[in-house]
Structures are given as structure tokens and as C-alpha cells.
């Protein structure tokens, strides 16, 4: 076994066995065991599962109903204009000029939120994506992008964004692809969790659907392989005890999760949520101290759960 940024065989670890966050995932998840690279910072799980299981996973079950990852037609607007979008949009701008960006290309977009909003502050920009989950699909659709997925077209960018994507992936051979569609001097931006198993990350409740683990110093890493210039590698968001409660939260609310289980109970919630006037969620928000924290701003703090970095290509 080597590492996948370094290539050293001799610097890899066994960490932890893998934690599943939904008992029926083990299908897709099995017997995975967690390595790192003591001298890239960087983890990642052995044996990898099988790609078309993991294509299939992402498909039909990721955000499939009753699960943590769905997401209602009602509720994409309110996530839309989220703190953490809004979030991504000031950190950008202090780097790069929007008004330059004539293409955008978000690599597993969801539902392609942040090119979306840059394309209703400058409306020269063509949005292209890369997202394979159905239900993302349609919105995308109406939102003016097109999926390399179904379109096949070859394209060159000014910006490519990749937020907590990477991690899902089972190998980093994307950054030779994401190298080869970015224009000479363009921009990436990327935003996974902040992994340090050598620090709290050890006491996870769960790892699944992730397969790599990234850190402030694997970024680096990764940067100095792919001959990215570093503007910028920032810890931020909650603090990873917050972090830690939600998932313990999630995990006792999604544990047995089974197919084609509706939950009334969380669909009533989105409901209310959406019918409820924003002022009224905002003082719901300030008494519930863990929702509030979400969309919380924090920068350069060094317990942070999210590790976000913006590269600049030359070629
Ligand atoms: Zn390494």
C-alpha cells in the first residue's frame, strides 16, 4: 500500500477500522479499514469499495428519502440563500474578480448552489457541472448548467469548485482532470472536513460515505504535487465538538434507515420550517445554540470541522 500523494510506502499507518453512520450502507461499505500518511497528513480508507457499487450508492441511495442527504423542492431556496453559501461568496471575492469569470465548473455539484449565485452577480458566466445523483439533475437543469455527465462537451474554466466532494471520491487522480479543463491562470476552490485522526477526529461517531480524509497539510501537499500555487488554505466552520454532537444526532436519527422508508416525521419538520416566517426561525435559531452554529462564520480557528483551499493554475 503507498500513498496516493507521495507514493511512499514506508509513512503509511493503520489508524481505525471504519465506522458506518447507516447500518445499511454496509452493502456499499464493507470491511473497510482507515490508513493515513504520517508524512502527508492525508487518510484514506483499504480496500477501496468496488467504483460501479459506490456509482450506484450515489445514484439511487444517497439522497434517496429518509435519508440525511435528502433534499425537498421546498427547502431549495431557503438553502440557496443559506449563511454558509453567502459564506462561500465573501471568501471568494476577497480572492478573485467575479465580474472576469466567463466559466464555472462545480465538480459534484449537488444541487450547484455557489455557481448558481456567481451566475446572478455576473450573468456572462456558462455554468458546467459534473453530477451524476438524479434529483440534483433536474435542478441543475433549470438552473441553466450543463452536466458533463450527459453532454460529453470539452470545456476550459475559469473556476472550478469542488466543496465536500473531494472526500467521497476513492482516489485524488481528479486533480490530473480538474488540471487539464482549467485555463492557464484560473482559479480552484475547494472545501472538505478538516480530518486530523492524530487530534480529535480519532473520536468520530461515524466515517460513511467518506473514503479520504483530508487536512490543512494534505491540501499543501497536494498543491506542491500538481503544481497548484497556494493563495489561500483556511480551517473553518463549527468547532469539531460541535461538529461531533450533530453527528452522534444524525446517527441516532438514521442508524436503521431502510429503502423506501418514508419519514412523515421529517417531512412534516421541512414543512414547518417552510411555512415558518424567517424572523421566527431566526429567534428559534438563537435558543437552539447547535443549529445556529452551523452557519457560523469562523476563519483561521484552529478547531474547525471544514478545511478550504483556493489554487491557482499555470500552465
Ligand atoms: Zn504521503
Redesign the pocket.
Known amino acids: 500500500m503507498i ?1 496516493p ?2 507514493n ?1 510506502a514506508d ?1 503509511i499507518k493503520f489508524i481505525d477500522n471504519y465506522k458506518l453512520h447507516i447500518e445499511y450502507d454496509k452493502e456499499f461499505f464493507k470491511n473497510l479499514k482507515i490508513y493515513s ?1 504520517s ?2 497528513d ?1 487518510s484514506f480508507c483499504h480496500p477501496m469499495p468496488d467504483r460501479k457499487l459506490i456509482d450506484n450508492f450515489y445514484s439511487n441511495i444517497y439522497r434517496s428519502s429518509g435519508r440525511p442527504h435528502q433534499i425537498f423542492d421546498f427547502s431549495l431556496n431557503e438553502l440557496l440563500y443559506s449563511g454558509r453559501n453567502k459564506n462561500y461568496i465573501q471568501y471568494l471575492t476577497t480572492f478573485l474578480n467575479i465580474n472576469k469569470l466567463e466559466t464555472v465548473f462545480d465538480f459534484g455539484s449537488g444541487t450547484g448552489d455557489l455557481g448558481f449565485l456567481l451566475s446572478k452577480l455576473n450573468k456572462k458566466i456558462n455554468l458546467y457541472c459534473e453530477e451524476s445523483d438524479n434529483f440534483s439533475k433536474k435542478i441543475l437543469t433549470s438552473r441553466g448548467y450543463t452536466n458533463l455527465i450527459d453532454s460529453k462537451e470539452k470545456i476550459s474554466t475559469d473556476l472550478i469548485i469542488s466543496l465536500h466532494t473531494l472526500e467521497h471520491l476513492s482516489d485524488i487522480t481528479v486533480f490530473e482532470k480538474l488540471k487539464d479543463i482549467a485555463k492557464p491562470e484560473s482559479y480552484i476552490f475547494l472545501e472538505v472536513p478538516n480530518c486530523e485522526f492524530d487530534g480529535k477526529f480519532i473520536d468520530r461517531p461515524y466515517d460513511s460515505p467518506h473514503l479520504l480524509f483530508f487536512t490543512k497539510k494534505s491540501f499543501e501537499r497536494i498543491a506542491q504535487k500538481y503544481g497548484f500555487e497556494v493563495i489561500d488554505i483556511a480551517l473553518n466552520g463549527m468547532s469539531v465538538n460541535d461538529l461531533f454532537f450533530d453527528m452522534r444526532e444524525s446517527k441516532k436519527r438514521f442508524y436503521k434507515w431502510r429503502p423506501n422508508q418514508f419519514s412523515l416525521k421529517l417531512y412534516l419538520k421541512e414543512l414547518i420550517r417552510f411555512f415558518t416566517p424567517n424572523f421566527i426561525m431566526k429567534v428559534y435559531k438563537s435558543y437552539n445554540a447547535k443549529a445556529s452554529n452551523l452557519n457560523d462564520y469562523r476563519l483561521n480557528v484552529n478547531d474547525a470541522w471544514c478545511v478550504r483551499a483556493i489554487f491557482k493554475v499555470h500552465k
Open positions: 500513498c500523494i507521495c511512499n509513512s500518511c508524512s502527508c492525508f
